[in-house]
């Protein structure tokens, strides 16, 4: 599985965008459908209280996505808009127009005295989302989003971001300034590198991959740097080895190491060794390190 930058997964989204002719806006309702199968998932579809942050880009888009279908299925979502809804443009403006038309709740907040006032009036929650910053991030936070961030952060319920913690910037895991530590996070087609590097990796919780629609293919048109070595990945490579089979079936290696008072090496590297999957291990050493790394050895 590839890991993408935050420039890498623009560029994938504008080539389904002008290339596939998938509309952006399809995209998004795409994510925000995902996202919410995958809190519903997690957190059950026992309706609760749930709190809802968005920015005015397309973070908040998918934000509003999620809104609107939590409260198809029952919950009361109260969502904050961090802004004016004439600061809400393109694909994310088309989404805020389906909440409201599906009568969702929707609250402008101007500044941190708002954001307050707001928060006061919300009550226990049951869970918070994060959709105030996305991958587009470029600068540090400040102002109303900082102090939107920071209440996120406090929260005694589960948070989830949307995409990546709102603060951490998706290419390099840096945060820039302050981000919340989620329980969940949610990510589109692709993970991001921040998934895996830390500090943002360690704020992010347990991430999960929606498809959206991008096609797979687009990647050669891409060509992504990084690669995560899964688990499932590793697994097709190691070949399969038979019930009946034994040791020497599978190769004997000789590992020449080790000295008096430095046999750690070389005990780990025989030891390594039988765990990747030699049969037979023999390991040389001088006579004077060998009784130290016979104490290690498996028996």
């Keep these: 599985m590839f890991l993408l930058t935050a420039a890498e997964m623009a560029e994938l989204d504008r080539r389904t965008i002008d290339v596939v002719g998938l509309p952006g806006a399809v995209l998004m309702e795409n994510a925000g459908r995902g996202a919410t199968r995958a809190i519903l998932a997690r957190f059950g579809r026992r309706p609760i209280p749930v709190a809802i942050v968005c920015g005015t880009g397309n973070n908040g888009g998918d934000g509003f996505v999620i809104a609107r279908v939590l409260a198809g299925l029952g919950f009361r979502p109260r969502t904050a808009l961090l802004g004016t809804r004439e600061r809400v443009r393109g694909d994310a403006a088309i989404h805020l127009r389906a909440l409201q ?72 895991g840096r945060v820039m300034g302050t981000a919340p530590a989620c329980e969940l996070t949610v990510t589109f087609a692709f993970p991001k590198l921040a998934h895996v590097l830390p500090p943002g990796c360690e704020l992010a919780g347990d991430v999960r991959v929606v498809d959206i629609g991008i096609p797979g293919a687009l990647l050669h048109g891409v060509e992504p740097k990084v690669r995560w070595l899964t688990g499932s990945e590793v697994a097709r490579l190691v070949p399969f080895r038979p019930r009946q089979a034994h040791k020497g079936r599978f190769g004997h290696l000789l590992v020449v190491a080790g000295s008096r008072g430095l046999t750690g090496a070389a005990t780990l590297a025989a030891l390594g060794a039988l765990r990747a999957g030699a049969g037979l291990v023999t390991l040389g050493c001088p006579a004077a390190a060998a009784t130290a790394s016979e104490k290690r050895a498996p028996r």
């Design 101 to 172: 038309g599906a009568g969702g709740a929707l609250e402008e907040i101007v500044d941190v005295a708002a954001f307050e006032s707001w928060t006061t009036s919300l009550g226990p929650c049951g869970l918070v989302i994060d959709a105030v910053f996305g991958t587009g991030l470029r600068s540090e936070v400040a102002g109303l989003a900082r102090a939107a961030i920071e209440w996120l952060d406090r929260q005694p319920a589960p948070v989830v971001a949307v995409d990546v913690p709102s603060g951490v910037d998706a290419s390099t």
